[in-house]
């Protein structure tokens, strides 16, 4: 087994790891000829009536467990002409993530807070860092709209709308704003642990001189029986689900220098990636996948609602998802002993650590998809 992975070193610094992992990016692309090309984000999608809409381009399947997907890596490799894994790119993180919209809400709501390992870490505790704020379209089906902000450590506690408007400004469509402005409750928790890495694909014939820069990621996940993670009578555990999904997501793209791409040139090539991944990922899972359209977040919602959990407890519990950031609540106690406040951090742990629906370490994860 791999003792140690390039990317896995870095905690509590976005910046660092992501800085890193854009130079392991940009070798590897020289190395395959791109050197004479400029790397460019994702841009924003323009819709024909002028609308600037943040476009995720994204797509998943969802799987029993994580290992039926054994050697996913070289399977797509051999599999995809002109699909290249970019060497030591393997990141590991383990998050919890929150749904704080409902079934019946417009868009998918959440908090992320993803914790990344360092060498050498103790890892018997999952201490939440990095909190994200994100508003997404519903189901995965298509290029959802998608928007995301990181959320400072000194504003945890507050209500990151204000935030998440100042940064899109103009470019969030009055819908979205409307909804970001809605109170956040919580509907239910995953913690996820997730082995993630990067791919180049480069395809003259059908997308010319536009090389796709691709991330993918393994993630295995359980779900909380109950909003506030307490053990369920109903499923006999803390923990109602867990699963694995592949997803795969085009992080950016490159183009040679001085070669300006329209905007529809450079939409085709992203979108004729996603569905080249999509069709070959089908093949070869196509009687493992199991058929579902939701998103992760959906399948925290629609988990909660198969234990019959009303929306008068969740509006009861009145969760908060900087809560969990914390080691307890004051306004929270013990229901059979008022005087013990609730470890929130101890039950935030039962879904990575859980005897029973122990989540697999990073590392093993990384060493079966290889």
């Not at 000829?33 to 797509?59: C, M, N, Q």
């Not at 997404?136 to 709308?161: C, F, L, M």
């Not at 198969?306 to 929306?311: G, N, R, T, V, W």
């Amino acid at each position: 087994m791999a003792t140690h992975r390039p990317l896995f070193k870095h905690i509590r610094n976005h910046d660092a790891l992501f800085s890193e992992l854009a130079m392991t990016r940009n070798r590897y692309a020289h190395s395959l000829g791109l050197d004479k090309h400029d790397y460019h984000k994702t841009p924003k999608f323009v819709t024909s009536a002028g609308e600037r809409l943040s476009i995720e381009p994204e797509r998943s399947i969802v799987v029993p467990e994580y290992k039926n997907l054994r050697g996913v890596k070289s399977l797509l490799e051999q599999h995809i002409p002109g699909f290249k894994v970019v060497s030591n790119s393997d990141i590991g993180f383990r998050y919890p993530t929150a749904a704080i919209a409902g079934l019946d809400a417009p868009f998918i709501k959440r908090f992320r807070s993803e914790f990344f390992h360092k060498d050498g870490e103790d890892r018997k505790i999952c201490r939440p860092i990095n909190l994200s704020y994100g508003i997404k379209s519903r189901g995965k089906a298509d290029n959802r709209q998608e928007y995301e902000v990181w959320v400072p450590n000194e504003n945890i506690s507050q209500d990151p709308s204000p935030l998440f408007i100042d940064k899109y400004g103009e470019d969030l469509p009055d819908d979205v704003r409307d909804f970001a402005a809605t109170a956040p409750v919580v509907y239910g928790w995953m913690g996820v642990k997730r082995a993630a890495f990067e791919a180049i694909y480069i395809n003259s014939r059908e997308i010319s001189d536009i090389a796709i820069n691709i991330g993918l990621s393994v993630d295995a996940y359980n779900i909380g029986a109950r909003p506030d993670l307490s053990y369920s009578p109903r499923a006999g555990s803390s923990i109602a689900v867990g699963n694995a999904e592949l997803e795969w997501e085009v992080m950016g793209y490159y183009a040679p220098k001085g070669v300006h791409h329209s905007h529809d040139e450079i939409w085709h090539a992203i979108n004729h990636t996603i569905a080249i991944i999509g069709q070959h990922v089908d093949r070869l899972y196509q009687n493992t996948a199991l058929a579902t359209n939701e998103s992760k977040t959906e399948r925290i919602l629609s988990t909660i609602s198969q234990q019959d959990i009303s929306l008068a407890e969740i509006l009861e519990w009145n969760l908060k998802p900087w809560e969990f950031l914390q080691t307890t609540s004051s306004h929270r106690r013990k229901s059979h002993d008022p005087s013990r406040s609730v470890n929130l951090l101890g039950r935030l742990n039962r879904l990575f650590y859980h005897d029973e629906h122990i989540l697999p370490s990073l590392n093993e994860i990384h060493d079966l998809i290889a």
